[in-house]
């Protein structure tokens, strides 16, 4: 089955750019999405079709997808931009949507 | 305003049965894709069911293949998890999740989750 991998923890200063990655096989081939969860809530979408911000959401997110890699960078960081974030596509194959594991991003 | 609205969840014991709903609002419910998605204590997401907007096609993880049933009652813009035979790794926050229309797969607006816990 498809699988997509994501580091565990990314650190950035406050104010500097984080870029978060999204591994999978060819996964420029697919539509990829991302989430952020801040603790005790539910995931808000935050990116879709690789690189389509949802209404409400900053232009210093913003999405790529090439090769095998997948990555949301977060420009200018700030404190509410902690949380876990989590990658997403549709495995046409298995007809199943594929999460990655999470990335929990500290700002420091 | 897009409002999902989960209940149902609770403690039940290993091998029981429990039902899910999803109450939805703000949008023409019947046009649309819903699913469950669920995150287990500490873990990351893991999607679980989803269901046509008529209902006449649904998709599930292999994970809860046989055991879970998802169905919609359109008339009550309601959605369902039926949960059989749960196991303690079925243990989890459930997301009522509405997925975008047409041809794309993301999950546009989430519910804030019911809580299934299976334990002796």
């Known amino acids: 089955s498809y699988e997509l991998t994501q580091p565990n923890s990314v650190s950035v200063a406050l104010g500097q750019t984080a870029r978060l990655t999204c591994g999978g096989h060819?996964?420029?081939?697919?539509?990829v999405q991302w989430y952020h969860q801040r603790p005790g809530q539910a995931p808000v979408l935050v990116m879709h079709?690789?690189?389509k911000r949802p209404s409400g959401v900053p232009e210093r997110l913003s999405g790529t997808n090439s090769g095998n890699t997948a990555t949301l960078t977060i420009s200018g960081a700030q404190v509410g931009d902690e949380g876990d974030f989590y990658c997403?596509?549709?495995?046409?194959?298995?007809?199943?949507?594929?999460f990655g594991g999470g990335t929990k991003l500290s700002v420091l | 305003e897009v409002q999902l609205l989960e209940s149902g969840g609770g403690l039940v014991q290993p091998g029981g049965s429990l039902r899910l709903s999803c109450v939805a609002s703000?949008?023409?419910?019947?046009?649309?894709?819903m699913s469950w998605v669920r995150q287990a204590p500490g873990k990351g997401l893991e999607w679980v069911s989803s269901?046509?907007?008529?209902?006449?096609?649904?998709y599930g993880a292999d994970s809860v293949k046989g055991r879970f049933s998802i169905s919609r009652d359109n008339s009550n813009n309601t959605l369902y998890l039926q949960m059989d035979s749960l196991r303690a790794d079925d243990t989890a926050v459930y997301y009522c999740?509405?997925?975008?229309?047409?041809?794309?797969?993301?999950?546009?607006?989430w519910g804030q989750g019911t809580l299934v816990a299976v334990s002796s």
């Open positions: 999740a509405k997925r975008c229309v047409g041809s794309c797969s993301h999950f546009e607006n």
């Open positions: 703000g949008f023409t419910f019947s046009t649309y894709t």
């Open positions: 269901i046509s907007g008529s209902g006449s096609f649904t």
């Open positions: 060819d996964i420029a081939a697919k539509s």
């Open positions: 079709t690789n690189d």
């Open positions: 997403q596509v549709w495995d046409i194959y298995t007809s199943s949507v594929i």
